[in-house]
């Protein structure tokens, strides 16, 4: 039954295709995260009012946790998956491999090409060919309740992770909170997004120049032996390496932490009193960086959008890609997920109200240090999310960890 | 003639049945042995199959993941089956005496049986919730812990508290099944004995045991072959971590052949495992041809 | 006999502490489902919700395009037509084939009745990979047709398995009858064993479609969106979003547990016996 309609199907769009006239009601079927950067309102929202601006075209969204992201998108390979899907920046390599995505290099134009973020067309380009559209720029950023900073003495967010941890430690024996720092580290990409954030600040690198792993010496060491450090000193909340960003969004919103590190989305919600305690006490700064060595430290946690090539919807999923990422809606949308446009940073309808927010991003996403490039990257961020765990864990000493991890990995290549 | 045209009745009477299970079962797994001697990957699977003999098996059993794997799985297995046998049957006993509300108990025993498996493992790790669940809120307030405590975070308990989930769901069917045996069991045999001199640890053995032997077989065994699929629980609960602890062969196949795209091992791993069911599935023929249900 | 005054409490504290042991998880996840979610994060922890709201269970309920109802709604609608559709086909073929296995002669269908029992047992993994790649290759990943024929794979060999250990204990004679009188094979499967057989045709009904509500692993992989994501799934979803709302999370599950909940008390003396006859369990 289903397989004559899909029959049916292409013969009637092969019809419709030669006639001229596809523009019969077209359903997209668009698949999301659910997690940090943009709400489901927001995307409910932008959705509608596409909707309205393009009678004909339904959307369907589907909003899944980013765990079950990448499965998601490799397991809707057939007639029946979606149109557009949200991907993160570390893919693009395994899905050109197994052409995944669509090639719209072509569709975009020269003005869209000078107007986005330099850092954001990272997200979407892989050997010189753009499989999307960046949606997303963020990275990972240090916050701080100024209450529990002021209380504790200091008057302003640690510059360098070694002041992190002083400054932590003074609000610890104060007794102002007793686990100042929380962080995502449970075994997820999360973790290794944090990381990556140290290991960048700490002058480390994920692969050498021969493409061979580097992580397990240097500042890839230093960042993982800090993590563990930061917990043997009941710095760190323990719980941290069973959180995501929620988890830590929930924590420090509670006000039992004085330090976090996550996403930009945090900055708005942990000030909206509805759905924090601490609103209005939120301080927002680049990550810290190393003296002498950096000045702060992020990663690049850019999305794009894409059309999966088997999309059988594509001049509308472009429209619909199109419109979500334009200046107009960004600049509308942008107290969760700031614009790809670098127009954005200076408008003032963007900036107002959530000036620290766009004073750390413009020193943040210049830095953005990016998790390695490979098409086996799935598979190399497990060994390495489970080495960070056995490290922080006290299984084995960071050394033993990464070193164990470099080895599965460069089995891998 | 009679009987060669009941045989031929017997067989198309059968047919329905034969397709549908040829179609769904028998031939995905005569394909699932093609896939495991091969290399293919999960995109575009028959043009990426290149013949690589037991290559997928040897580093299979080489693998100290793996084998991890297989032994969070067994010791799932065990641990729970075992809690469910013990708890179920010590229900079941409670449940054969007569006193007011056993009824309303009864009854309340299909609730986590049919409360389904996502939804319990949810359930629990909201109980589990580090600084919002209830069983620390519990423990603490009433003075069995002195400070909030990661259960689920913590490599040394997160699959004891998997199982202590799985538990509170499977053990009223071992009660269900145990109890109704029991229900077998003529009164005046207790009787008899307790007249011997037989105390209750006695009677337990001589005559409660052997009487509920059998379905209590089957339901170990029964139980032991689900226990070794386990994925739902562990997908919603900790998703393998931490430190991988949790990670159970049906997850590492899940993961090897849907995220890392290798369909060739992932088939290879999926056959070992089918290997040790088989082990426990021919148990448990044996077990029902003996006690004559078929 | 009286029972002893010791043997009495302690028969009267184990049931206290077994009724607790099973209503207590359940009425927590219900208290969460009516709490709001700052009251659920408010350190300590308070048992009761100052304010009981059933704000969850409407955001789950009022229908809203792209919204967790709409996730919610079409899961609960999806697995009511996949559970009863491959229901529905399970028993049409377990009926005649466990006629077939009960009455008529021949040892080697024996054999073959172990074999289809031994393939229910099959970890799905074990044919999940190539299921996925034909379902792919058809384009029927993400329909409920696709659920509806793999969902067979469980649910038809326990269902023949049970009614066949059912069919055993009617009387021979009772079909042979109208055979001897003209009647064909499914004329007396229909009008004669039937009939007798409602009850485990019942159990039969009821279990398997329990069995199919609570299936996970290959709603997971073969669904992606509204269109056929099952129930089980979407909750699966929704716990690990970024709705952090454990309230609404709660109601879900308690919605998503209340049909099968219900089924399995209303035909509690089936479920009972229908485990003990044949202490089948998928």
Known sequence: ?413 | MISQRKTVTAWLLLTPMIVIILGVSGYPLIKTIYYSLTGAKLIAPDLTSVWVGLDNYVRALSSGKFLEAIWHTTYFAVISVGAEMVIGVLVALLLNEAFAGRTVLRAMLILPLALPTVVNAMMWRLVYNPDFGALNALLVQIGMLDAYRSWLGDPASALDMVILADVWKNFPLVALIALAALQTVPKDLYEAATLDGAGVWNRFWRITLPAIMGPLSVALVLRTIEAFKVFDIIYVMTRGGPASSTKTVSFYVYQEAFAYMRVGSGASYALIVVLISSCLIAGYMYLIRKQGEV | MQPSLTKKIFIYVGAALLALVIAVPVLWLFIMSISSSTHLTTLPLQWWPDAPTLENYKSLLVYAENSPSASFLYGIRNSIIIAFAATAVSIAAAIPGAYSFSRLPGPRRKNLLFAVIAIFMLPPVAIVLPLYTVMSALGLLNTHFALIIVYCSILLPFTTWLLKSNFDTIPGDLDEAPIIDGANRLQAIWYVILPIARPALGAAIMMAVLLAWDEFFYGLLFTNDIRAKTITVAIADLAAGRVADYGLISAAGILAAVPPVVLAFFMQKTLVSGLASGSVKG
């Not at chain 1, 075994?187 to 990556?196: G, K, L, N």
């Not at chain 1, 450090?229 to 006000?255: A, H, M």
């Not at chain 1, 989305?265 to 680049?286: F, H, K, R, T, W």
């Not at chain 1, 809606?329 to 003032?348: I, R």
């Open chain 1, 1 to 413: 039954m289903n397989i004559k309609n899909i029959v049916t199907g292409a013969v009637a769009m092969g019809v419709l295709a030669a006639s001229g006239a596809a523009h019969a009601d077209v359903t997209l079927n668009a698949l999301f995260m659910a997690q940090a950067a943009y709400s489901e309102e927001n995307i409910r929202d932008m959705t509608a009012q596409f909707e309205a601006a393009n009678p004909g075209i339904k959307v369907n969204a589907e909003l899944v946790p980013y765990e079950a992201l990448h499965d998601k998108i490799v397991l809707s390979q057939s007639a029946n998956g979606y149109d557009v899907v949200l991907y993160d920046v570390v893919w693009p390599a395994e899905f050109a491999q197994y052409q995944l995505l669509e090639d719209v290099s072509s569709r975009i134009d020269d003005k869209t090409r000078a107007g986005v973020l330099d850092g954001a067309w990272t997200t979407v380009k892989y050997d010189g060919a753009f499989y999307g559209m960046p949606w997303i720029a963020d990275t990972k950023f240090l916050f701080y309740n100024t209450e529990m900073l002021k209380e504790a003495g200091f008057d302003a967010p640690p510059a360098t992770w070694e002041e992190l941890k002083t400054q932590a430690k003074a609000i610890k024996d104060k007794g102002i909170v007793e686990y100042p720092l929380v962080w995502s580290w449970s075994q997820s990409e999360a973790a290794i997004c944090d990381y990556t954030t140290i290991l960048s600040g700490m002058g480390g690198q994920f692969l050498d120049a021969d493409g061979k792993p580097a992580f397990n010496s240097g500042g890839g060491l230093d960042a993982l032996e800090y993590m563990v450090s930061t917990l043997d000193d009941g710095l760190t909340n323990p719980n941290s390496r069973e959180y995501l960003e929620e988890d830590v969004r929930r924590v420090f919103s509670s006000g039992q932490a004085a330090f976090a590190l996550n996403w930009g989305y945090m900055y708005n919600l942990a000030n909206d009193p509805a759905e924090s305690q601490v609103a209005g006490n939120v301080g927002i700064a680049p990550a810290p960086g190393t003296d002498g060595v950096s000045k702060a430290s992020a990663v690049n946690g850019s999305m794009g959008l894409g059309i999966p090539t088997k999309s059988d919807h594509k001049e509308e999923a472009w429209k619909y890609i199109e419109f979500l990422t334009s200046e107009k809606v960004q600049d509308k949308f942008a107290k969760l997920s700031l614009p790809v446009w670098e127009a954005s940073y200076s408008n003032p309808d963007v900036i107002k109200g959530q000036e620290p927010f766009v004073e750390a991003a413009k020193t943040s996403l210049a830095v953005m240090a990016p998790r390695p490039t490979m098409a086996s990257y799935q598979e190399a961020s497990a060994a390495l999310q489970e080495a960070l765990q056995n490290a922080m864990l006290g299984a084995s000493t960071p050394k033993e960890a990464l070193d164990e991890a470099a080895e599965t990995i460069s089995d891998m290549q």
